[in-house]
């Protein structure tokens, strides 16, 4: 039996939130205007919510859970709509243009 001649793909996949663009002070936001957060965050809340896991800062935000599929809904799209606003981190147009 002859093998079967495969064509090898290389591919490199990436998850964008986080990995090629600082999108956190965005998602921010958009999160603080989806639920109409009266308070502001100071730079330190900012950087501690930044390590947090989401459970975490659902909590410090005061975010119930009823709300979750209708900002996960909203959020996507606001999010989506401000993608020019968001920079990639240092370096990573020009690997993202040595891999091409």
Known sequence: ?????????K???????GTIADSF????????TIVKHSRPLTAKQIADLRKAPLKDII???GIRPWQ?????MRGRREISARMEQIPAFNGIPEALTQLA
């Open 1 to 9: 039996m002859k093998p079967i001649a495969t064509q090898s793909t």
């Open 11 to 17: 591919v490199i996949v990436f998850d964008f939130d």
């Open 25 to 32: 002070e965005v998602f921010l936001e958009v999160l603080a």
């Open 59 to 61: 909590k410090e935000l």
């Open 68 to 72: 979750i599929p209708f900002l996960l």
